[in-house]
């Protein structure tokens, strides 16, 4: 069953007024080159009143057309503590401070945000360094690593967890979870090995992701239970790709050639026609795609 093991912490941080808040701003701004207030919620930018500015998604600051993968800024705010981490952009890289703040605004509400401070790093490491790019890939594998499974090159249970699946833009849209389980996956264990199991769940990941598109998530999150997370779907798209990871794992998932078999999946569908991404939410798609996984796991049987 899903439960997050993150809580949003507030205790011990200190309460600014708005106008405190844009002091506090405006006098770090010298020292850094952004320095700004964000809403990892729903991935915006926070403009206090008074500001008559555009809303403006966090991510776009580093080019980026979705969340990015390790918010630190999300994870201060669950955590209640200061948080850092590098970026990179135009083969540069930021070193990004996230310190979760509580602004009370004029209208009384006490909002839980996040200030950023972000600082051009590239200059303290020598040029040879980012030409040969050892420090960029060192970094990007990291994050990597934070969020893959390593066998399989899935997302890994981390990466639900943290809700990076979600395109948190504060538009509701329509979403469909596929729980998948591979059908009798520990009896091809205990007859071929291990190196066979191995090969199976590797090889059932890389035909979900050729059947899926680029935004969606193919997620592990235990043994050999996956989540398909389907942004902007309907259920009749989702009954289709259904078919499709079917038709794929007949043609290219054979385990055992002289006998013909090949390894087969259960799946479970959960579909909001208005998805907010909202944690009440996600539990219960969750849940009921895993219940739905199980009736077809029960009648496959019969």
């Known amino acids: 069953m899903y439960q997050s093991e993150n809580a949003n912490r507030t205790e011990g941080l200190r309460t600014y007024s708005a106008e405190q808040m844009r002091q506090v701003v405006n006098d770090l701004l010298p020292f850094f080159d952004f320095v700004r207030l964000v809403d990892p919620e729903i991935c915006q930018v926070v403009h206090l009143p008074q500001e008559n500015r555009d809303p403006e998604p966090c991510y776009a600051l580093w080019n980026r057309s979705r969340k990015c993968r390790n918010c630190t800024s999300r994870m201060a705010l669950e955590q209640g503590k200061r948080l850092a981490k590098f970026e990179m952009m135009n083969r540069k890289i930021y070193y990004v401070i996230s310190a979760p703040v509580l602004v009370e605004c004029p209208d009384g509400k006490t909002k839980r945000w996040v200030i950023e401070l972000v600082i051009e790093n590239s ?37 639900f967890d943290e809700r990076l699946f979600c395109v948190q833009d504060g538009k509701v849209r329509e979403m469909v979870f596929i729980a998948a389980d591979l059908k009798d996956f520990k009896k091809i264990n205990d007859t071929y090995g291990h190196s066979t199991g191995d090969y199976v769940l590797a090889q059932a990941v890389r035909l979900m992701k050729k059947t899926v598109r680029a935004g969606d998530s193919i997620i592990r999150m235990g043994g050999d239970e996956f989540l398909i997370v389907l942004n902007n779907c309907n259920q009749d798209a989702a009954k289709r790709i259904i078919d499709n990871i079917r038709k794929a794992f007949k043609d290219d998932l054979v385990y055992d ?46």
Request: charge should be negative; aromatic fraction near 12%; hydrophobic fraction near 30%.
């Open 257 to 302: 050639r002289e006998k013909g078999l090949y390894a087969t999946v259960n799946f479970g569908i959960s579909y909001r026609e208005h998805f907010n991404g909202e944690e009440a939410l996600i539990r219960s798609m969750y849940e009921e795609s895993d219940r739905n996984m199980y009736l077809d796991k029960k009648n496959s049987d019969l």
């Open 123 to 159: 200059g303290r490491f020598s040029n040879s360094v980012l030409e040969e790019g050892a420090l960029i890939e060192n970094i990007i594998a990291s994050e990597h690593e934070l969020y893959e499974d390593s066998l399989t090159k899935a997302y890994n249970r981390r990466y």
